[in-house]
């Protein structure tokens, strides 16, 4: 069964700082995809990046970057001169499609803190 | 992206009632997903609801349990029968846009008392 590992279950850092969650995941598929959701206080879930296995390029979006080492099953998230609404937890999920159907299996999350 | 809603956002019910979750969604769409998150811990999927058909679900969940509907491609329903306090949770609902990306409604908080 796939699964999706978060060794770190809470981290807080100083506002401008640069953190990175870790996240390791478990599967035999060679095509998958990778996300982070974020959840905060609202509870609403929120897609922060994805990321797709066949591709090498490690995905961007503005303060936010993954490290995507395939081999080693990581796919860990850097977010950039962090900022006091990046506070929630943020959740690694993996989507596994068998027949066509599709299952997103997230990790147990990180409860990042961002300090002022 | 989709705008997504719930109703209610919250309850409180009485064991051994049964509660209705609605999930709305500003565009068609052929896939919706149910998915519980029990306090302080991550999301598992309950049940895919595909319009259409019926919905297929997860181990562990059952019909008589969770109840759904799927009578449009914009609109689901959940059902949580004969409740019991351990069915205390959040539970959202979501779909998916493109690319196997979801997205999620705000979520229905349950309290069981």
């Known amino acids: 069964a796939q699964t999706v590992t978060q060794s770190q279950p809470e981290m807080s850092v100083q506002e401008a700082e640069t953190v990175t969650l870790s996240c390791t995941y478990d599967?035999?598929?060679?095509?998958?995809?990778l996300f982070w959701y974020k959840q905060p206080p609202s509870r609403q879930m929120i897609l922060v990046i994805r990321?797709?296995?066949?591709?090498?390029q490690n995905a961007t979006e503005n303060r936010f970057s993954v490290n995507f080492q395939k081999a080693a099953k990581s796919f860990s998230l850097k977010i950039s001169d962090s900022q006091l609404g990046d506070t929630a937890m943020y959740f690694c999920?993996?989507?596994?499609?068998?027949?066509?159907?599709?299952?997103?299996?997230f990790g147990q999350g990180t409860r990042l803190t961002i300090n002022p | 992206s989709a705008v997504i809603s719930q109703k209610p956002s919250r309850d409180i019910c009485q064991r051994g009632t049964s509660l209705t979750i609605q999930c709305q969604v500003d565009?068609?769409?052929?896939?919706m997903f149910w998915y519980r998150q029990q306090p302080g811990q991550s999301l598992t999927l309950i049940a895919t609801?595909?319009?259409?058909?019926?919905?297929?679900?997860e181990s562990g969940f059952v019909i008589d349990k969770f109840p759904i509907s799927r009578p449009n491609l914009t609109f689901s329903t959940l059902t949580v029968s004969n409740m019991s306090p351990e069915d205390s949770s959040i539970y959202l609902c979501?779909?998916?846009?493109?690319?196997?990306?979801?997205?999620f409604g705000p979520g229905t908080r349950l309290t069981v008392t």
């Open positions: 979501s779909v998916e846009i493109h690319g196997y990306e979801q997205y």
């Open positions: 599967t035999s598929e060679s095509n998958y995809y």
């Open positions: 990321q797709e296995a066949y591709k090498q």
């Open positions: 999920a993996f989507i596994q499609v068998i027949q066509g159907a599709q299952k997103l299996v």
């Open positions: 565009s068609q769409v052929t896939m």
């Open positions: 609801a595909n319009q259409g058909s019926e919905a297929t679900y």
